[in-house]
């Protein structure tokens, strides 16, 4: 594992190089790079929101135990349910179109498409945090799309509904944890931010 290797393919991707994903796809050594660059960009997104509790948040209150809940749990727990999306990709291309997608290769191209969860982590800037926490949300979904496409014969309308699928299965998880959870917001990561209004 190549870290240089790893930070370029990041930066290509930051620059809308979706070249990276046919490299990546084949590649059997990648996929335990591309589910740590996946880890860690949900941990990113995570503290994100942490960071938004602890900067915008009412300085009299915090929710209990912030760091644990919404930074190390919300983290994981959004890396999860971006598994989770990754799985429904797959199952309604293969079940439903009937298309030809190899799983290890989705999840090789996958855990490169969620290196925009990082900018998550810019959630505590006053003003601009809806941005931060908004178009990390958008730019994964086109970045998934790409990587989906490059790893199966289904046409661009098929891969974007099995990705729309995915996307909605996470997004609907992570609204119900966030809106469900008391005070602490465990697992709800970046959103427990997005639904819950500065005071």
């Known amino acids: 594992m190549d870290p240089n290797l790893i930070v370029n393919r990041i930066l290509r991707l930051a620059r809308l190089d979706t070249s990276v994903f046919d490299e990546v796809r084949d590649d059997v050594n990648e996929l335990i790079p591309a589910l740590i660059v996946a880890g860690v960009s949900a941990l990113l997104a995570g503290l994100g929101a942490t960071l938004w509790f602890a900067v915008l948040w009412d300085s009299n209150y915090h929710p209990d135990g912030i760091w644990f809940n919404t930074f190390i749990f919300g983290g994981l727990f959004l890396a999860a349910m971006y598994l989770v999306w990754v799985l429904v990709d797959y199952v309604v291309l293969v079940q439903v179109y009937k298309a030809s997608a190899d799983l290890q ?30 178009v990390p949300l958008a730019l994964l979904l086109v970045m998934a799309i790409y990587a989906t496409q490059s790893v199966t014969n289904a046409d661009s309308t098929q891969v974007v509904i099995a990705n729309l699928a995915g996307f909605t299965v996470m997004v609907l998880v992570l609204t119900i944890v966030a809106f469900s959870s008391d005070s602490s917001k465990i697992g709800a990561g970046l959103f427990a931010a997005l639904f819950e209004p500065v005071k």
């Not at 090789?108 to 931060?132: C, D, E, H, K, Q």
């Open 105 to 134: 290769s989705l999840l090789r191209t996958m855990g490169y498409a969620a290196a925009p969860l990082a900018l998550s982590l810019l959630m505590f800037i006053p003003v601009l945090w809806p941005i931060f926490a908004i």
